[in-house]
């Protein structure tokens, strides 16, 4: 049974990227046939789609809809504001709103230990041990999604450590050239990609939309969790607030930060040597003992057997 259980599971992956990949082709082909040719077969394709949609959207999609909107209504406001916060901190993983991630909660509280009973009693398992899993199985469900929540802020806060050096660097000499604060953050989001980028780019549209300014930077302040991204951000609300000039900030701002980095490499560097003891006591030592001191030690049991 188990064996059975792992070819479905590699079999049901393996046709899940084929899929992935399927449409991905069929997406491109779509573009090119739009553009390129000007072939209408797949708009023809997409209208009848939607005058005949699927058993799906006709009946799944709006009882799931009720049902989120019904959710929302019984979510406490400020469960959904703070889990709201933690996920712009982490990047608005999958697009999720904060009634997605209760439903993926729920979903896995309510799943994961039916699933591990499930595999447990595949085992051929005693009832405790099918108890055992499925407590194994409420605690993945509890603990997954705030592990994934941290994971993916995590790696959003080193992308954005990795990215602030060349920002400022660019806001810099945008200023040198005589460009605004505004317009050197427009340049930069038009020549750059990445999380900073992302940031500054919803800034602009506050601000457009009426924010101001310093509430549309202290917003960055508040998703990205970055002590140098939150240092940089407060320099400017309090250049802003004195009459201080811009590029002499930015240019110290910039130093700092780069050193910083520097530093941070070299003390990686210095734990190079700690963390690899670990692998070389473990694993490498031991082979080496074995074949510099085997053939000793058969040699000395063989002639004390004698």
Not at 21 to 45: M, W
Not at 109 to 136: D, R, T
Not at 160 to 175: F, G, N, Y
């Amino acid at each position: 049974m188990i064996y059975l259980c792992f070819f479905l599971t590699i079999s049901l992956l393996i046709y899940g990227l084929m899929l992935i990949r399927a449409e991905k082709k069929g997406r491109v082909q779509k573009r090119l046939a739009i553009f390129v040719t000007g072939d209408s077969t797949f708009t023809q394709t997409e209208k009848k789609k939607e005058q005949n949609p699927s058993f799906f959207i006709r009946y799944i999609k709006p009882i799931f809809h009720d049902f989120k909107r019904s959710f929302k209504k019984r979510m406490p406001g400020e469960k959904e504001a703070r889990i709201e916060k933690k996920l712009q901190i982490a990047g608005n993983p999958l697009g999720m709103t904060p009634v997605d991630f209760r439903l993926m909660q729920t979903g896995l509280f309510v799943g994961m230990p039916f699933v591990f009973g499930v595999y447990g009693f595949f085992l051929k398992a005693g009832n405790a041990a099918v108890a055992i899993f499925a407590i194994l199985g409420v605690m993945i469900g509890l603990v997954a999604p705030h592990l994934y929540l941290r994971h993916k802020t995590k790696a959003r806060n080193r992308r954005a450590l990795r990215e602030l050096p060349d920002i400022l660097d660019l806001l810099t000499v945008s200023l040198e050239a005589g460009l605004g604060f505004d317009s050197a953050i427009s340049k930069a989001v038009s020549k750059k990609n990445g999380v900073i980028v992302n940031e500054f780019h919803r800034c602009l549209e506050e601000m457009r939309l009426g924010k101001v300014r310093r509430e549309a930077l202290a917003g960055i302040r508040d998703r990205l969790d970055v002590d140098e991204v939150k240092t940089f951000i407060s320099s400017i609300l309090q250049a802003e607030k004195l009459g201080i000039g811009m590029v002499q900030v930015l240019r110290v701002q910039s130093s700092e930060v780069r050193e910083q980095r520097k530093q941070r490499a070299e003390e990686e560097a210095m734990k190079a040597p700690i963390k690899m003891l670990f692998p070389l006591v473990m694993f490498i030592f031991p082979s080496l003992f074995i074949v510099l001191l085997g053939p000793a030690i058969i040699q000395f049991i063989e002639t004390f057997r004698k």
